[in-house]
């Protein structure tokens, strides 16, 4: 990356950082209310499944699939059920889809890592249907701390838009457009397994306006084709 690239990037990183810590309202990146758990670095491939508590609208249940489509780029999926006690006990299945792609690597001059996120996330369940379309950036910096061990601090800005089908005034349907943020931490136990977790702050009123919290432990076996 050139250096008047790489100042632009770290500019737009810093920006949205700043949104997300005095925004009032905030919109999540992925299907529902959970945090993304999303590293500042492409993987191969991997597999995860979490838990997540958001509050009024419900408990998460939730499994994530990384694959690298080259060095820089890759393509997640996501998919689970909630039981939303705030949409009066009816449990939402969610699925959504993201591309993320490597717009910086640590060096001298920049020794931190940046994921740029974006997707299409869908959730339903009681005859209503949400739509999101996020677009963000996961910062971050590995640090080793022996064989296969690190750990990973990341902060993941993020802007998206937020509706539903049948909600708001007579059911009408209603949109937001909201920033918000992640913050977590990665620990790599071994070259293939990782624990996570993760904070969520505040939601739209689309969804929700609570906080969430997550764990989750990821799997990373060998690529089936290397790149």
């Known amino acids: 990356m050139y250096p008047s690239t790489r100042r632009w990037t770290w500019l737009a990183v810093v920006g949205m950082v700043a949104c997300g810590l005095s925004s009032p309202r905030v919109a999540r990146?992925?299907?529902?209310?959970?945090?993304?758990?999303?590293?500042?670095?492409?993987?191969?491939r991997e597999f995860e499944g979490g838990v997540a508590d958001g509050g009024n609208s419900g408990t998460d249940f939730l499994f994530q699939w990384r694959e690298g489509l080259s060095m820089l780029s890759q393509f997640s999926l996501d998919a689970g059920l909630v039981n939303s006690a705030g949409r009066g006990g009816h449990d939402?299945?969610?699925?959504?889809?993201?591309?993320?792609?490597?717009?910086?690597?640590?060096?001298?001059?920049?020794?931190?890592?940046?994921?740029?996120?974006?997707?299409?996330?869908?959730?339903?369940?009681?005859?209503?249907?949400f739509f999101r379309i996020p677009v963000g950036a996961s910062v971050g910096h590995r640090f080793p701390l022996g064989t296969g061990v690190a750990i990973t601090p990341f902060v993941h800005p993020k802007i998206g838009l937020d509706f539903c089908n049948s909600c708001g005034s007579g059911d009408k349907g209603r949109s937001e457009l909201g920033v918000g943020m992640d913050l977590g931490a990665n620990l790599d136990l071994s070259a293939m397994f990782s624990l996570r977790a993760a904070f969520s702050v505040g939601g739209?009123?689309?969804?929700s306006q609570d906080n969430s919290f997550g764990i989750a432990l990821a799997w990373r076996p060998p690529r089936l084709i290397p790149h």
């Not at 001298?108 to 249907?129: R, V």
């Not at 739209?204 to 969804?207: D, E, I, P, R």
Request: no cysteine; net charge negative.
């Open 204 to 207: 739209t009123s689309v969804v």
């Open 29 to 44: 990146a992925q299907a529902w209310d959970y945090p993304a758990f999303q590293q500042s670095h492409v993987v191969d």
């Open 92 to 129: 939402i299945g969610f699925v959504g889809g993201q591309y993320a792609y490597q717009l910086a690597q640590p060096s001298p001059e920049l020794p931190i890592e940046i994921l740029g996120t974006g997707g299409l996330n869908f959730a339903f369940g009681n005859g209503t249907t």
